[in-house]
């Protein structure tokens, strides 16, 4: 098993596990739902735009995406139940500037609640609610490339 295939896996139960509205999304595109999605983190691998976040070496948060010129557009984000709403897309965005250091927009593919989702500045969703900049540190963050 290479490295790839490994971390392809381990992304691919961790979807399987924690968003099942993915799987349902794959079903209606594919027979093989799982072999799309597992195809989908493939390519997400080779080309760098799969982001994971982890907490005490356990995968906590997975985010995949889109670049182009100066944004990236979200296409799907998957955060563990214990670990959501504590900032976890903010510090996957965080970690994504670090490999891509152009961008100065994000984009959700999804709505919220039905509502169609905006193009943002990074510099503004990056700001708590306090206006403080979020630190983007993990206590362990094993290299997935």
């Known amino acids: ?3 790839k295939d490994f971390y392809t896996n381990t992304f691919l139960d961790f ?3 924690y968003s099942p509205e993915l799987i349902n999304k794959a079903k209606k595109l594919s027979n093989n ?4 999605i597992r195809s989908h983190i493939a390519k997400h691998l080779e080309f760098g735009t799969i982001t994971p976040w ?3 070496n356990e995968l906590v948060g997975l985010c995949n995406f889109d670049v182009t010129d100066t944004t990236a557009y979200i296409k799907n984000c998957v955060v563990h139940p214990q670990f959501r709403n504590k900032n976890i897309l903010k510090k996957l965005t965080i970690r994504a500037l670090a490999t891509w250091p152009f961008l100065t927009h994000i984009e ?3 709505s919220l609640k039905g509502k169609p989702r905006k193009k943002i500045e990074i510099s503004k969703f990056l700001k708590s ?3 403080e900049q979020i ?3 993990s ?3 094993p290299k997935h490339t």
């Open 108 to 110: 959700f593919e999804r």
């Open 139 to 141: 206590s362990s963050s």
């Open 129 to 131: 609610a306090s206006g």
């Open 1 to 3: 098993m290479t490295i």
């Open 54 to 56: 982890y907490e005490n």
């Open 135 to 137: 630190n983007a540190r």
């Open 33 to 36: 739902p799982k072999q799309l």
């Open 15 to 17: 979807v399987c596990k």
